[in-house]
């Protein structure tokens, strides 16, 4: 149960024995009530609890010597049965509460509690009524919509996978596959661009050029820039395939290396992006989805070989990428290619023998579809895009998939 401490305000901390004050019993005095009572008619008291101590409350009220010469008021003696069934029923309550994890038992470090026990939270109803936190607990509802939701996607994308795979606990392993797979990227290709395009700039301005730093200058300078300083900076012109996604070179580059930051690209956005100068993200910027999507097909355009039909380079963009208002010939077997659908808020298909695999909207739609992508040509493709190996001896992606 998340939030849950069991030093909770309702127990003593020391461990000496004492309650919580919800509960007006003490170990000292339930051991003399049961002391006192004697079921014969003489008004004697024994000094012993007799058959009375032989019940499962014996071991929980033996006390040290020094709590038999406690003194008691007299209205703490029993002085009849009904007096002793009350006590009885409301000693047994509690000897309840104890087994469920309440903290009404007399050592906080030694009880049972909420971490020992697979129970239902209907089973700790009536003690988390007793602690202040509970009144900050939010409303179920949406939680259940919420699971609802998580539920009908969840077999949605199994109904696509199976069209795939009939490897039906392939998707337990979707959270760790999607995991690698932001990592790979991150490790892969931001970082090493960030670092490239510091590089690029401080060489920039050593030649003198400050108008052409990256992420201040067009990007059409930048392009020209690559065509004519190309034998002094080989690398710019690789830097530029990864920049022409915006006009706004100053956003993109900056987002880029708020990307490559945390190790697993902990502040991707699927729908939306970062801020950017004071201002909140809007549409007139490309979305975090669109910016990995760029980059990772740039990547890969990088890895494949030249293609005459393709000289500008863009040899995987060309052939297994394809983004609306353009649609994919879904009547030709050959084509493989992820499908970019919509725009805002991002949403991509896959596209492979004719076939279209809709993977569920989403913030892992992207991720997921590009997973699938890669399983396709690891387990139908034997590994290889082309000409080129996607695993170990090639650009190495498939490792994620585990064996």
């Known amino acids: 149960m998340t939030g849950y401490s069991p030093q909770l305000q309702g127990l003593s901390s020391g461990g000496s024995g004492s309650y919580s004050p919800g509960v007006t019993y003490s170990p000292i005095s339930g051991y003399n009530k049961l002391a006192s009572y004697s079921p014969s008619p003489p008004p004697s008291y024994p000094t012993t609890v007799g058959p009375v101590e032989s019940s499962g409350l014996r071991s929980r009220y033996r006390s040290s010597p020094t ?6 008021d007299k209205e703490d003696y029993m002085t009849d049965l009904r007096t002793l069934d009350t006590f009885l029923r409301t000693e047994e309550e509690k000897q309840h509460r104890v ?9 906080p470090s030694t009880s049972p ?4 026990y697979s129970r239902s939270v209907g089973d700790y109803a009536q003690t988390l009524k007793k602690f202040q936190y509970q009144l900050a607990c939010r409303s179920q509802a949406p939680c259940a919509n919420k699971d609802e939701a998580d539920l009908s996607s969840k077999q949605a994308a199994e109904e696509v996978w199976a069209r795939v795979t009939m490897n039906r606990q392939l998707l337990d392993h979707m959270d760790s596959w999607t995991a690698k797979f932001r990592n790979w990227i ?7 661009l960030v670092q490239e395009i510091e590089s690029v700039s401080t060489q ?7 108008e052409l730093q990256i992420g201040e200058a067009s990007i059409t300078s930048l392009k020209q820039a690559a065509l004519v300083k190309a034998p002094l900076i080989p690398t710019l012109n690789t830097i530029v395939q990864y920049l022409d996604l915006t006009p706004n ?5 900056e987002r880029i290396k708020e990307l490559s930051q945390g190790g697993c690209m902990s502040s991707f956005r699927w729908n939306r992006g970062g801020d950017f100068k004071g201002r909140k993200w809007d549409t007139d910027l490309p979305t ?11 990547y890969l355009d990088s890895r494949l070989p030249p293609h005459p039909k393709y000289p500008d380079g863009k040899t995987f963009t060309s052939q297994h990428f394809v983004q609306t208002p353009n649609k994919p010939d879904v009547t030709n077997e050959n084509v493989f290619c992820i499908y970019q659908s919509a725009i805002n808020p991002p949403h991509y298909e896959l596209i492979y023998q004719r076939h279209v695999y809709n993977l569920p909207k989403g ?8 997973l699938m992508f890669l399983y396709i040509i690891k387990t139908k493709e034997s590994g290889m895009l082309g000409r080129v190996n996607l695993g170990l001896s090639g650009v190495n992606i498939l490792w994620i998939f585990g064996e």
């Open 186 to 192: 991150n490790e892969t290709i931001l970082v090493p």
């Open 288 to 298: 975090d989805s669109a910016i990995i999507m760029h980059v990772f097909c740039t």
């Open 113 to 116: 509690t909420f971490w020992n």
């Open 204 to 210: 920039m301005r050593r030649m003198g050029c400050p």
């Open 99 to 107: 087994k469920l994890g309440s903290p009404d038992s007399t050592s």
């Open 67 to 72: 709590v038999y010469n406690s003194p008691t």
């Open 249 to 253: 070179q100053e956003y993109l580059c």
């Open 363 to 370: 913030r892992n739609n992207m991720f997921h579809t590009l």
